[in-house]
C-alpha cells in the first residue's frame, strides 16, 4: 500500500515565525487533503490539494503529484496554530492513509 | 463544507458489555464511509470501509465479529464494537466521502467518540 511520511515529527515556533511542513507519499495518487487536528481530536480540513497550490489566509500547501510531495506552509503562526497536522493520501476513491503528522507548538 | 457527526461523543463501559457508534453525514449523501481508529498521539488507522447496501470491507487484522459495521442508509453507519474489552478503549472516528459538488472527492470526518472500556 501507499506509505506517507511526513517531516518534521514536531515543530516548536514563537509567535510570529513561517513554518513549512512535508508530506512525501510513494506512488501516485488521486486525493490529498492536509488536516488540523484539534485539542478535542476534531480533524479539521485544511486543503483538498492533488496537485497546485492554495492559499488560504496564512495557510498555503503546494501539491507537486510528479515527485510526490506535498508542502504546507505556515506564515506568522499563532498559538491558536498548535496542534497535530496530517497529511492523508488515497487513490480512486478509497480510504484516506494518514501520515504520522508534525505535532506544531507555536508559544507566545 | 460537508458536515459529518457522530454519536456519542464520549462512552464509558464495562467490560463484556457492547457499545453502538452512529456516524452521520448531516448535508450530503455518502455510499461510502470509513472507520478509523486512533490511539494517544497516534496517526489514524483505517478499521473498514463501510459500503452502503452492502457488507463492510475490513483491514488486516481488525476482527468483523467484533467490530460490526451496518450502514443501511445514505446518510447512516454505524460501529457495533462486541463484547468490548479494556484493549477496545481508543478514540474511533468516522469520514464519509463526498461524491458531488463543490467538495467532490473530499472527505470529511466525525468529530470522534472516545471509548473507555472498564
Known amino acids: 500500500g501507499i506509505q506517507v511520511e511526513q517531516s518534521p515529527p514536531d515543530l516548536i515556533l514563537q509567535e510570529g515565525a513561517n513554518s513549512t511542513l512535508r508530506c512525501n507519499f510513494s506512488?501516485?495518487?488521486?486525493?490529498l487533503q492536509w488536516f488540523h487536528q484539534n485539542p478535542w481530536g476534531q480533524l479539521i480540513n485544511l486543503f483538498y490539494?492533488?496537485?497546485g497550490t492554495k492559499q488560504n489566509g496564512r495557510l498555503s500547501a503546494t501539491t507537486v503529484a510528479t515527485e510526490r510531495y506535498s508542502l504546507l506552509y505556515i506564515s506568522s503562526s499563532q498559538t491558536t496554530d498548535s496542534g497535530v497536522y496530517f497529511c492523508?493520501?488515497?487513490?480512486?476513491?478509497?480510504?484516506?492513509?494518514f501520515g504520522k503528522g508534525t505535532t506544531l507548538s507555536v508559544s507566545s | 463544507g460537508a458536515v459529518v457527526s457522530q454519536h456519542p461523543s464520549r462512552v464509558i463501559c464495562k467490560s463484556g458489555t457492547s457499545v453502538k457508534i452512529e456516524c452521520r453525514s448531516l448535508?450530503?449523501?455518502?455510499?461510502?464511509m470509513f472507520w478509523y481508529r486512533q490511539f494517544p498521539k497516534k496517526s489514524l488507522m483505517l478499521m473498514a470501509t463501510?459500503?452502503?447496501?452492502?457488507?463492510?470491507?475490513?483491514e488486516q487484522g481488525v476482527e468483523k465479529d467484533k467490530f460490526l459495521i451496518n450502514h443501511a442508509s445514505l446518510t447512516l453507519s454505524t460501529l457495533t464494537v462486541t463484547s468490548a474489552h479494556p484493549e477496545d478503549s481508543s478514540f474511533y472516528i468516522c469520514?464519509?466521502?463526498?461524491?458531488?459538488?463543490?467538495?467532490?472527492?473530499?472527505?470529511?470526518f466525525g468529530p470522534g467518540t472516545r471509548l473507555t472500556v472498564l
Open positions: 469520514s464519509a466521502r463526498v461524491v458531488a459538488g463543490v467538495h467532490y472527492n473530499e472527505q470529511f
Open positions: 506512488d501516485s495518487v488521486n486525493n
Open positions: 490539494i492533488p496537485s
Open positions: 492523508a493520501v488515497n487513490q480512486a476513491g478509497t480510504a484516506l492513509i
Open positions: 448535508d450530503f449523501q455518502a455510499t461510502t
Open positions: 463501510s459500503n452502503e447496501g452492502s457488507k463492510a470491507t475490513y
